[in-house]
Nanobody, 128 residues
Framework: EVQLVESGGGLVQVGGSLRLSCTAS????????IGWFRQAPGKEREGLSC????????YYDDSVKGRFTISTEDAENTVYLHIDGLKFEDTAIYYC?????????????????????WGRGISVTVSS
């Protein structure tokens, strides 16, 4: 079964760092672009970052540039999202998603296509 599983969330202190993982099963990143999204309580889902191995590109939303870093670990078939300088407003459910074509366009907000695979999400709560 094609699926994505997020991990690495939890309760973290403001100002700290966190690394979220998104591990893929039954597919590889050679064909699929991976994106990270989040949805805070009472807010709409927002695109954060994406990575495309086939195009050798990464993208970050302006709101997270400089604090978020996306990377891959091919041996583990995992995409990471490293977050530095955690803020209270980073509290949200974080999701990763994969698609062969539209991932980065959806992350960037220029497409509303349904992405092929979504993880179930992982909760991140930033506290003082």
């Amino acid at each position: 079964e094609v699926q994505l599983v997020e991990s690495g969330g939890g309760l973290v202190q403001v100002g700290g760092s966190l690394r979220l993982s998104c591990t893929a099963s039954e597919f590889t990143f050679d064909d699929y672009d991976i994106g990270w999204f989040r949805q805070a309580p009472g807010k709409e889902r927002e695109g954060l970052s994406c990575i495309s191995r086939k195009h050798s590109t990464t993208y970050y939303d302006d709101s997270v540039k400089g604090r978020f870093t996306i990377s891959t670990e091919d041996a583990e078939n995992t995409v990471y999202l490293h977050i530095d300088g955690l803020k209270f407003e980073d509290t949200a459910i974080y999701y990763c998603a994969a698609d062969k074509v539209f991932t980065c366009m959806v992350v960037a907000g220029i497409s509303d296509s349904d992405l092929e695979v979504w993880g179930r999400g992982i909760s991140v709560t930033v506290s003082s």
